[in-house]
């Protein structure tokens, strides 16, 4: 999210880089793999997501890396290889997503709802002058002294909304179907390029031109 107060609009920064992108589509894409090419054996599918959700922690602290976003992944994952242990179904592995995905859908829609759009929230938060760039912390939400920044600001929240409404639309019926495979490439189809992409128009809508004032 912190690409919005970018000058110019990097894809390679919004998606996290080719490691970030490794890191998030490995557990998934292994997962479904594995399960597909076992005859749909649960176990297997299991270990070889948490060994690469695992993985990508230790070579993140062999190298002295951040590992914030590998630890959050691996919890993610964790989350999943667990449910799914537990219930023994292979669809359950992706329901943390969907919940995740839901409860994101609904904190966002209330955001524009009562006025403090999550995009305005950011902008504050990590521009120039922000409380995250050592300004105070009043500079977070200036904005909302300004009629149209707010307009643009919940404008630009609403491509979060659809995205995550989307997500749900396509894969809550395939994950009640079972159909693991179209499950788990729906979810990495819909994952980074849909969260790209959700950023690049929240980046141009934040930085349309403003209206002239009568």
Do not use: C, H
């Not at 609403?158 to 159909?179: E, G, K, T």
């Amino acid at each position: 999210m912190r690409a919005l107060t970018a000058k110019e609009f990097s894809a390679t920064d919004a998606i996290g880089g080719a490691r970030g992108v490794v890191e998030s589509v490995a557990p998934g894409l292994l997962f479904v793999v594995v399960y597909l090419a076992t005859g749909q054996q649960l176990k297997p599918a299991l270990f070889a997501a948490a060994g690469a959700a695992v993985l990508a922690v230790i070579v993140r602290l062999v190298q002295r890396t951040p590992v914030t976003q590998a630890i959050s992944g691996l919890l993610g994952v964790g989350i999943g290889v667990v449910w799914a242990w537990r219930t023994g179904d292979a669809s359950d592995y992706f329901a943390y997503g969907l919940w995740v995905n839901g409860l994101y859908l609904v904190g966002t829609l209330i955001t524009i709802l009562v006025g403090w759009p999550l995009v305005g929230l950011v902008m504050g938060l990590f521009s120039k002058g922000g409380p995250l760039s050592g300004g105070p912390w009043s500079e977070a939400v200036a904005w909302r002294a300004d009629p149209e920044l707010r307009r643009r600001y919940s404008l630009a929240t609403w491509p979060w909304v659809a995205m995550f409404a989307v997500r749900l639309a396509v894969q809550v019926p395939l994950y009640y179907s079972d159909d693991i495979g179209w499950l788990g490439t729906a979810k990495l189809a819909m994952g980074i390029p849909l969260t790209a992409l959700a950023l690049w128009i929240s980046w141009v809508l934040v930085r349309s031109p403003r209206r002239a004032q009568p």
